[in-house]
């Protein structure tokens, strides 16, 4: 069955520097979608991107994130500059069309920024 | 923001037996609801899911149900079985046109079922 993979599993970096999360959606979904889960708290949409750009972000998505789909397959979450409110569990999420609802989610990106 | 709502964080019940959890929302522009469940270390899994002109929704052993007026839908999950034992998200989605899909997440609740 297809699935949305996403690396690293952890990612552990230093305030100040940048970070690039990695995915890959399910090869013939056109919708992507980042949310993020802070510890003990909900999951938060962050970012949807159709068409090669992006349809919808979240307040919480200022000018330190950036999303790209370089190729036919990968999806990244670039963080410019990590600060410490940044750690959370990072899920990339796709879905096939514009008629469905469900979206599939990888496994996540746990980020630790100390 | 608290537009979808779970207000049990957590919910026991014996193997068997039949699981309800709850689901409020605040925001009448939503009209589809997905359940997910998530095990430790994993993404969220879609489970089942409703539109706003159904009132129930049935797979299986799971079964949603959508109350309009109140707002409120619920997963029964009958019978109860321990591999069930997971945090169960709530979520929704307004209308697709709109917003391409962004969905609003519940906090979730921990279901654990106990043989």
């Known amino acids: 069955e297809p699935e949305v993979t996403q690396t690293p599993s952890h990612q552990v970096t230093q305030m100040g520097q940048e970070v690039i999360l990695r995915c890959v959606p399910i090869?013939?979904?056109?919708?992507f979608y980042w949310y993020r889960q802070i510890l003990g708290q909900k999951v938060e949409f962050l970012v949807s991107f159709y068409n090669n750009e992006i349809s919808e972000k979240s307040e919480i998505f200022d000018d330190q994130f950036s999303v790209e789909r370089p190729d036919g397959s990968n999806f990244t979450l670039k963080i410019r500059s990590t600060k410490l409110e940044d750690s959370a569990m990072y899920f990339c999420a796709s879905k096939g069309t514009t008629s469905s609802y469900e979206q599939y989610f990888g496994p996540g990106t746990r980020l630790t920024v100390t | 923001d608290q537009q979808v709502k779970q207000n049990s964080p957590s919910l026991s019940v014996q193997e068997g037996r039949i699981s309800i959890l709850n689901c409020d929302y605040t925001?009448?522009?939503?009209?589809?609801f997905l359940w997910y469940k998530k095990y430790p270390a994993e993404g969220p899994t879609f489970l089942i899911s409703i539109s706003s002109i159904k009132d129930k929704n049935e797979d299986g052993r799971f079964t949603v149900f959508l109350n309009k007026s109140a707002k409120h839908l619920s997963l029964h999950i009958v019978p109860s079985q321990p591999g069930d034992s997971a945090v169960y998200f709530c979520?929704?989605?307004?209308?697709?046109?709109?917003?391409?899909?962004?969905?609003?997440f519940g906090r979730g609740t921990q279901l654990t079922v106990w043989p």
């Open positions: 925001n009448s522009m939503f009209d589809y």
């Open positions: 979520a929704a989605s307004p209308d697709r046109g709109s917003t391409l899909g962004r969905l609003y």
């Open positions: 090869s013939n979904h056109l919708y």
